[in-house]
């Protein structure tokens, strides 16, 4: 895969990491990088508990941040008593709680990891030494199956699809776009609109790395079960839809030329096959005997124009977007600097 460093699994490396890590940035600056890792939590009593334990023990000089999400169940009293520090949002959705934490927290290096004991915690590490050794801005966790039930089938389904149509439009750098398995660079972060509100946030993560050029990675780690009795908020339809639906807004707002370009070019065969059969009985009668079919297509060849004249003008407001964005990443030191 072109321009994104991919590696084996994460469960294969050995060695210390933490003090790879720590020294991979200590060789820049003399100090330890600032670790946050950061969960998102709806009602996971069953499960918090031992993810703040495991990612403190992988990660033992990491801040950990349970970011609890209208949750109804003792979420927030288990992950208290575990060690972590404990933030709430009350918009519900797991976009709302990203931008509410990258906004608050401060850290060199943030980690982003579901509460629900799916991912591999001992993988952090080697998730961590990738982004400091290389230079990344994002390292991403490849899903591997441990069970055949860990990874439902229309989820993986729905990830291939989904993943596929990002890399037909944008780049073929990122190979499992959902995952919800991250780690970012302090420049990342703080340059990151989080404009999402639910899950389509991971595809906002992609889409915004890709269009910046950020350099980026891939680890291969663990895919867990859920606990016992625990049950997915992803709704496999339902967030699929609005996924897509995120992916087409995305397409828009930061590729307008090809998104306009496209919707011309449907408009302008919608028109010419409507009114091809009205210029033949014209040419062949002098006679229009189809007036408002006539009418119907001179409007559609005339909104294929527009659509066309908007993605030019949108492609200058979209390059100077970008161009913004690309100072508020640039704004940011780089990791290890």
Not at 14 to 29: C, E, I
Not at 106 to 134: F, K
Not at 141 to 167: E, S
């Amino acid at each position: 895969m072109e321009g994104v460093e991919t590696f084996p699994s994460a469960g294969r490396r050995t060695g210390p990491h933490k003090r790879s890590s720590k020294n991979a940035l200590a060789r820049r600056d003399g100090r330890a990088p600032a670790i946050a890792v950061i969960i998102p939590c709806h009602n996971e009593e069953l499960s918090i508990g031992r993810v703040v334990a495991a990612f403190g023990s992988a990660l033992p000089d990491a801040a950990v941040y349970v970011f609890d999400n209208n949750s109804t169940d003792r979420t927030i009293e288990i992950a208290r008593a575990a060690g972590a520090k404990v933030r709430s949002e009350s918009l519900q959705g797991k976009g709302h709680v990203v931008r509410r934490a990258f906004a608050d927290v401060e850290a060199d290096i943030y980690l982003l990891v579901d509460g629900d004991e799916t991912y591999d915690a001992a993988s952090a590490p080697a998730m961590i030494d990738l982004l400091l050794a290389r230079g990344l801005d994002m390292v991403t966790a490849k899903r591997i199956p441990k069970a055949g039930t860990a990874y439902r089938r229309g989820h993986r389904f729905g990830n291939r699809l989904l993943t596929g149509i990002v890399q037909a439009v944008f780049e073929k750098r990122v190979s499992d776009m959902l995952s919800g398995y991250r780690v970012f660079s302090r420049r990342f972060v703080k340059s990151f609109p989080a404009l999402s509100a639910g899950f389509e946030t991971e595809t906002e993560f992609t889409v915004h790395a890709l269009e910046l050029n950020m350099p980026l990675g891939e680890i291969e780690t663990p895919y867990n079960e859920r606990a016992p009795g625990s049950t997915s908020k992803l709704r496999t339809w339902r967030d699929g839809l609005l996924i897509l639906r995120a992916i087409v807004l995305l397409v828009k707002e930061e590729r307008p030329l090809a998104f306009f370009t496209l919707c011309a070019n449907l408009l302008l065969l919608a028109g010419l096959g409507l009114g091809l059969p009205v210029v033949l009985d014209f040419m062949r009668d002098g006679l229009v005997p189809r007036l408002p079919t006539a009418m119907l297509a001179m409007g559609m060849v005339l909104l294929a124009f527009l659509s066309l004249t908007c993605g030019l003008i949108l492609d200058s407001v979209s390059r100077g977007r970008r161009e913004m964005k690309r100072l508020a990443y640039l704004a940011n030191a780089a990791v290890g600097e």
